[in-house]
């Protein structure tokens, strides 16, 4: 059977009541929120300036000064601005929303007479519009603003943002394209393709679609954009000094037409986001080419470039991806807006066609990496997700540098932060999608949502107790009874062992299952619930026996969650524990545990420096280990009780 296309359920029509997540529901709109307002107006002590309001001030003149920051500054305030509008349209703050009209009235007055909004070129080069594509993200920067106007007009209704930004994408529409006279280029830095979906899907104009699907067409195709504009700028580039080497064509993806590519390369970030953008695409165009071109890049990442954690590019030269199976521990990238943008690439291939793999990959990073990015207090983040920490390298070997112990307060580029903050706050968009008379649940969230069968609403409400138990229900609330669907996702993390109940009564499942998803097909009456209980036992992994920074190794998984060692648990020397898979794990809820989680132990062995005999580094070997209790905790806790050793995989005896 092939799998179904799916639409989304509105963010305005979905509730987040999750016991679990309502922890970061209200921390997100209480502190990371108003945190973040703060960090881009710079008034945070001791963390790094954003000057993101300040550039914008500058732009609508309103301040005097000069330009200060990265080139792409725009997009991080464009990011916590669509935050803010998620949170706004499922909990109004008046406070909140004077914040967000002012910043939307910047960037208005800060608009060209022909729509073009950039606050560096308007303050630094305005003669320079449009002339390095690659290395300057203005069509980047642009994304990220339909992406936050778009957001601004769902929370509130109000047109004034999304008229400018339509006009800014006017603007570029009348630059780039096909026809004679306009420029066929396309950005270094993808995300005005999928930024230009949600244009077309929220106004209908099908200018915007047919300007994404360009950017995405042309993009690798010979004579080579990139080339020949390095050419016409007479072979300067920004990271170069005068005259430097020929564009780099793989690391922006742009070295192969996009159909072509059958393996995830350059950086991760960009990377994600144009697949993004192309499953979108083939899902409007019902285009089974470049379908197939998103279920081949798809497999590639997660089945041979992505972490246990669901992190992706491995290498910090780039922020990249390698090569198949290159996944190191202690030097891992893993940059938590890579995972994001993964996320973004798993709910559209979703979309595309409901498969429970998406699903899975899109759970998995979603716990562990988006969520192990932030601190619990939602004010300080990691940039980079390692799975293993060493703090005396980390501080000491330049291969290490870029591996923090402890979470910042900011970063100069704080692409991270507001994009874990919009991730968050949209969450319930993550949790369902529909076609037509069938509800898929894709995320185990408590949340009520509701939808239309035949014109009339039906509300589902679910519980769930994940992460720390397996169950799960499902309530029907409807005024006449109505045949339709319920699809409930089978995680892979309980191994095909889950068990149903249909109102009170086992429910056989065998024989509904279509792409991982149980389907329960039924004329369903008001109070109507079904149950179901997925296994959920901590169980030793081990990686493809090509991965070798895992060879003779193995993590500890629970459900959607990875665990992980710590020195605060375990002392020193994490590398030289050792455990038997075969021997017995102990799974127990432990409340005051960094506000309650499941932690486990297991009986291993560490071996002893105080057995070593003398001096020497080294010696014949024997067996010097001692019995040990190891402990593991979540991956998404680690690095919330100080700076220590951290890590994943453990080896195995």
């Known amino acids: 059977m092939t799998a179904s296309r799916t639409d989304r359920v509105p963010l305005r029509n979905i509730k987040v009541n999750d016991r679990f997540w309502k922890r970061y529901a209200d921390l997100v709109r209480e502190t990371v929120i108003p945190y973040q307002w703060e960090a881009l107006n710079d008034r945070i002590p001791g963390a790094t300036p954003s000057y993101a309001l300040h550039n914008f001030r500058l732009a609508a003149k309103q301040t005097e000064g000069e330009y200060r920051g990265h080139f792409f500054m725009d997009s991080d305030l464009a990011k916590w601005l669509e935050a803010s509008s998620h949170s706004l349209a499922t909990h109004p703050d008046p406070v909140l929303e004077s914040h967000v009209e002012e910043t939307v009235d910047l960037i208005l007055k800060s608009q060209w007479e022909d729509g073009y909004v950039n606050t560096y070129f308007t303050m630094k080069e305005p003669a320079k519009r449009w002339t390095n594509l690659l290395d300057y993200h203005e069509l980047y920067t642009a994304g990220h603003l339909f992406e936050a106007a778009v957001a601004y007009y769902e929370a509130t209704g109000k047109r004034a943002f999304l008229d400018a930004m339509r006009k800014f994408a006017d603007h570029i529409d009348s630059i780039f394209g096909t026809e004679p006279g306009k420029t066929k280029g396309y950005c270094g830095h993808q995300e005005i393709e999928l930024a230009l979906i949600k244009l077309y899907e929220t106004t209908g104009d099908e200018k915007y679609a047919r300007l994404s699907s360009m ?4 993009r690798g195709r010979e004579p080579n954009f990139f080339i020949e504009e390095w050419e016409k700028r007479e072979q300067s580039a920004l990271w170069g000094r005068g005259t430097s080497r020929k564009p780099v064509l793989h690391y922006q993806q742009s070295h192969l037409p996009v ?49 246990i954690t669901g992190g992706i590019g491995s290498t910090h030269h780039g922020e990249a991806f390698t090569i198949n199976f ?70 000491h070997n330049p291969g290490k540098h870029h591996v923090k112990t402890e979470r910042q307060k900011w970063f100069g580029c704080a692409c991270c932060p507001p994009n874990v903050a919009r991730l968050l706050s949209s969450l319930g968009q993550y949790i369902y999608s529909v076609n037509n008379r069938i509800l898929y649940t894709h995320l185990y969230i408590g949340s009520e949502t509701t939808i239309s069968v035949e014109d009339e609403p039906v509300v589902i ?26 699809a409930l996702r089978i995680p892979d993390w309980c191994f095909g062992k889950a068990s149903f109940m249909l109102n009170g009564q086992s429910f056989e499942h065998e024989g509904s299952m279509t792409n991982g998803y149980m389907l329960v097909e039924r004329e369903w009456a008001d109070g109507d ?40 648990d375990n002392g020193p020397a994490l590398c030289s524990i050792s455990v038997s898979p075969d021997r017995p794990l102990q799974a127990r809820f432990e409340d005051d545990f960094l506000g309650g989680a499941v932690v486990i132990t297991a009986e291993g062995r560490k071996d002893d420096a105080a057995d070593w005999s003398g001096p020497e580094a080294y010696l014949p070997a024997r067996k010097m280990s001692r019995p040990f209790t190891l402990r593991a905790v979540p991956y998404f806790l680690w690095g919330n009780r100080g700076a220590g050793e951290m890590t994943v995989w453990i080896r195995g005896e």
């Open 529 to 568: 619930i079904l149950e179901a209980d997925f296994a959920m036992e901590p169980v030793w992994m081990l990686a493809h026996p090509n991965i070798r920074a895992d060879s003779g190794k193995v993590a500890l998984q629970r459900g959607p969650l990875v665990y992980c060692l710590e020195e605060a």
């Open 215 to 218: 950017f995405i067409e042309q």
């Open 259 to 307: 159909r072509e590519q059958k393996v995830a390369v350059g950086h991760a970030v960009r990377a994600v986001y144009m697949y993004a953008a192309m499953a979108d695409l083939a899902r409007l165009g019902e285009d089974e080419s470049l379908s197939e071109a998103c279920r081949t890049l798809w497999d590639n990442i997660t089945t041979k470039q992505m972490y």
């Open 461 to 486: 409400k679910q519980q769930s107790g994940l992460p720390w138990n397996g169950s799960v229900s499902l309530q029907v609330q409807i005024a006449e009874p109505k045949r339709f669907t319920l």
């Open 326 to 395: 290159d996944l190191p521990n202690d030097t891992a990238y893993a940059e938590t807006c890579a995972s994001i943008g993964l996320i973004f690439f798993a709910e559209r291939m979703l979309r595309l066609e409901a498969r429970s793999e998406y699903a899975n990959v899109m759970e998995k990073a979603l716990y562990n990496v988006v969520l192990g990015s932030m601190s619990l207090d939602g004010m300080h983040y990691f940039y980079v997700n390692p799975l293993e920490v060493w703090p005396e390298a980390c501080r």
